[in-house]
């Protein structure tokens, strides 16, 4: 019988960072909330969320990587909103965004969690960020518990 490991959801031990974009903030404050009430719903208390405000999607990726390598956190919550506008700039920081992310959870080895929206547009946006299609905030969170007790688990198999 094949072995399965799977993180649990338990987060009463784990230290949590998000880095936010201040950029489109109508939206990511929304994002910001739903993630911190999905934490507190899973046990990981306030004192071990450590929140990294930057100025757009962007830079987020930066400040996770420096979050990831400076200080005692068990994951990383990325968290903004990229939405279309009428020049190729969303294609660009949408692509930029997405490969610095997953490149900051390569290069550290601590889950990276991407839990950045990119939209057509503001309403498909706040539809995200706690509207009719619930709160990618809180889904990154949630995401973000499992990945790293499941980094844990795989690295107690490992030891």
Same mark, same amino acid.
């Given at each position: 019988? $094949?072995?399965?490991? *799977?993180?649990?959801?338990? @987060? $009463?031990?784990?230290?949590?960072?998000?880095?936010?974009?201040?950029?489109?903030?109508?939206?990511?404050?929304?994002?910001?909330? !739903?993630?911190?009430?999905?934490?507190?719903?899973?046990?990981?208390? /306030?004192? #071990?969320?450590?929140?990294?405000?930057?100025?757009?999607?962007?830079?987020?990726?930066?400040?996770?990587?420096?979050?990831? /390598?400076?200080? %005692?956190? %068990?994951?990383?919550?990325?968290?903004?909103?990229?939405?279309?506008?009428?020049? %190729?700039?969303?294609?660009?920081?949408? *692509?930029?965004?997405? /490969?610095?992310?997953?490149?900051?959870?390569?290069?550290? !080895?601590?889950?990276?969690?991407? @839990?950045?929206?990119?939209? /057509?547009?503001?309403?498909?946006?706040? %539809? *995200? &960020?706690?509207?009719?299609?619930? #709160?990618?905030?809180?889904? &990154?969170?949630?995401?973000?518990?499992?990945?790293?007790?499941?980094? *844990?688990?795989?690295? #107690?198999?490992?030891?």
């Amino acid at each position: 019988m $094949a072995t399965e490991i *799977r993180g649990s959801l338990d @987060g $009463a031990d784990l230290r949590v960072g998000i880095v936010v974009a201040r950029y489109n903030e109508f939206v990511t404050s929304q994002l910001l909330e !739903g993630a911190k009430a999905a934490l507190a719903q899973h046990g990981v208390t /306030e004192t #071990n969320i450590t929140v990294v405000s930057v100025p757009g999607s962007f830079e987020v990726s930066f400040a996770a990587k420096k979050l990831s /390598e400076s200080s %005692d956190v %068990d994951v990383v919550i990325c968290l903004g909103a990229v939405i279309r506008g009428e020049t %190729d700039h969303y294609e660009h920081i949408a *692509r930029a965004t997405a /490969e610095g992310v997953r490149e900051v959870g390569l290069s550290t !080895g601590k889950p990276t969690v991407f @839990g950045i929206l990119t939209t /057509e547009n503001a309403q498909q946006a706040l %539809d *995200r &960020a706690g509207g009719k299609s619930g #709160n990618h905030g809180h889904g &990154a969170a949630v995401t973000a518990i499992e990945m790293a007790n499941l980094c *844990r688990s795989l690295n #107690n198999e490992s030891a």
